[in-house]
């Protein structure tokens, strides 16, 4: 069983570093973004509830989220372990997994300056099939907005990586999910990572540093 959580602002790399983390410890990512996305574009009860908070840069209610991560976490997929993206989010959050029970073997907080945080957020686009993740700039697609991996085009950019709700993401973060970074120093399973170069290269980092 292993069970590891990404940590990190919006922007961090959350995602593309759980991605590669999959493939090599052959777990699933548990992205609660992603499953909220989901839920909102599907129309059910949770998406409605969610759309609101998340349309405005806002952390969506701690009973909504974690009634999600506990339904997730039951799938026969799971039953190894996996990667969480983007949960806990809050201390709520984080000690509604001690009362599931649910002992995180390492938190990987990723590192990365406010300015670069922007860059990425700004230039960000997916697939709206598939999800791959790109940037413009970064980390384009080999044919211009086209996904590499099924064709789909054009790629999309979210409506929460505009401007304004970028920085309201920030505060969200640092008001609320900040403080979680010295809570797992206290309980020594806090692997810091700079979050600033090559993707690959932090990968290798995040690897070296689980002595992987
Ligand atoms: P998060 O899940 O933390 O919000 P993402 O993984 O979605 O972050 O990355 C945000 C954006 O930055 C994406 O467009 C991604 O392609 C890009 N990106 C990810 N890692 C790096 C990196 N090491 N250097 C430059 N850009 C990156
Ligand atoms: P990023 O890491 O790029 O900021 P996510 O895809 O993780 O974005 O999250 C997008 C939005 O979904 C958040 O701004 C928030 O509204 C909502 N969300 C995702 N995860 C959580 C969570 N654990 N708690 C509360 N809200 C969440
Ligand atoms: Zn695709």
Redesign the pocket.
Known sequence: MKRLMML?P????????AQKLVEAFEIPQISTGDLLRAAKRNGTELGKQAAPFMDNGKLVPDALVIGMVKERITLPDAKNGYIF??FPRTRTQSEALDEMDVVLDHVIS?EVSEPELIR??A???SCKECKA???LE??PPTKADTCDKCGCSPLIQRSDDQPAKIKQRLIEYAAETSPLIEFYQGKGILVQID?????KE?KKRIQSALGT
């Open positions: 990190g919006p922007g961090a790399g959350k995602g593309t570093q993206d983007g990723i990425r957020l230039g960000r686009r993740v790109y940037h970064f980390a979050g600033e170069g090559d993707p932090i």
